[in-house]
């Protein structure tokens, strides 16, 4: 963990609710994808914590989706500086990839994923929205070598249902998924390999000091700020 003061380059618009930043500084603390920064905001008595989608060189960069007083007055903000904490949380395990690894994204569960796509070799990424004007990153990921699949549940782009409409019919060595927890328990039902969720929670101090993330495993006691945020499928009690 360091805490590093960041340049904002930009912070624009990808969609209605969805913006992305763009910081110049120290990235050094980032080192796996699925690890995520926790930034001081004026006005918040407590940090914010963001999934990075990008660290390379000096540049770092979050989306995000503008959902309360943290993300409304982060979104305003186009110039100047922000504190904050980097390499925060476990990211996820590269090295169980295998030859054929899936990577599944609901909504801005892309962020975290895309950074993985850039690590691993034949990555496939399903994108899951529910209609063609959430879709984003879609040619970023091409970009990168990912074979991509998306689906809508309106049918407004891609095959229409769920991540997990297709994920049944694929073949692949490893997953690795990041959305809503509804999505999980989808994914966890079909998933016939051993994989990795990213989870969220609130999170006082963002480093596993105040123990207010805290969740149950079938090994005991993770926080998610410190032990995740990524889990893996076989440590988690999953609920009925």
Do not use: H
């Amino acid at each position: 963990m360091k805490e590093v003061l960041f340049d904002i380059i930009e912070n624009v618009p990808l969609n209605r609710r969805v913006l992305r930043l763009r910081l110049r500084g120290d990235c050094s603390a980032v080192t796996a994808p699925g690890q995520f920064v926790n930034i001081k905001l004026d006005g918040c008595f407590l940090r914010r914590p963001f999934s990075v989608c990008d660290a390379e060189d000096d540049i770092l960069t979050l989306c995000y989706r503008v959902k309360g007083q943290g993300t409304e007055a982060l979104s305003r903000l186009k110039s100047g500086s922000l504190s904050i904490l980097t390499g925060l949380g476990n990211g996820f395990d590269t090295e169980a990839a295998g030859d054929r690894p899936l990577l599944i994204a609901g909504g801005t569960g892309f962020t975290p994923i895309y950074m993985l796509a850039k690590r691993l070799k034949n990555p496939r990424v399903i994108l899951g929205v529910n209609t063609a004007s959430e879709l984003l990153y879609e040619e970023e990921f091409r970009a990168v070598g990912a074979e991509v699949i998306v689906t809508t549940a309106d049918g407004s782009c891609g095959t229409k249902g769920l991540v997990t409409d297709v994920m049944a019919g694929l073949d692949y060595s490893y997953f690795y998924a990041c959305g809503a927890e509804a999505m999980y328990s989808a994914v966890n039902e079909v998933a016939v390999t051993e994989g990795e969720f990213s989870f969220e929670a609130r999170m006082g101090c963002g480093f596993g000091a105040c123990m207010g993330c805290t969740c149950e495993t079938r090994f005991g006691s993770k926080r998610i700020c410190r032990d995740g945020p990524v889990l893996k499928r076989s440590e988690i009690i999953w609920r009925k």
